[in-house]
């Protein structure tokens, strides 16, 4: 099993900056997919991005088009440590953040196809 921790949320005014953290542990090996998955109050889980790798560690990131051009998904340990860095926070980007991981080869835009969740962490874009 692999366990997530986040970390890096809080409260920041409209236009400004704040970078999340993941960390995972345990049989990272079984990771296709690990990302950030958001849910504000009363909507629905929304996919933020993601990372895929190839069999020689090279990675791929996955974007939805509402943060595409203001976050930026990376990662410093393959499977292990991803960042991720969200600038112009807007009102719309509050949401409680989690990051997630998918161990099969899916559809990695799709929230519900990530199978390990860590606990949230929540960010708050506010004046």
């Known amino acids: 099993q692999v366990q997530l921790v986040e970390s890096g949320g809080g409260l920041v005014q409209p236009g400004g900056s704040l970078r999340l953290s993941c960390a995972a542990s345990?049989?990272?090996?079984?990771?296709?997919?690990m990302g950030w998955i958001r849910q504000a109050p009363g909507r629905e889980r929304e996919f933020v991005a993601t990372?895929?790798?190839?069999?020689?560690?090279?990675?791929?990131?996955y974007y939805d088009e509402a943060v595409q051009g203001r976050f930026t998904i990376s990662s410093v340990n393959p499977k292990k440590l991803i960042y991720l860095e969200m600038n112009s926070l807007q009102p719309e980007d509050t949401a409680q953040y989690y990051c997630?991981?998918?161990?099969?080869?899916?559809?990695?835009?799709?929230?519900?196809?990530?199978?390990?969740w860590g606990q949230g962490t929540q960010v708050t874009v506010s004046s």
């Open positions: 997630a991981v998918a161990t099969r080869f899916v559809l990695v835009t799709n929230p519900t196809v990530y199978d390990i």
């Open positions: 990372l895929t790798w190839d069999a020689w560690s090279e990675s791929t990131a």
């Open positions: 345990g049989r990272t090996e079984s990771i296709y997919a």
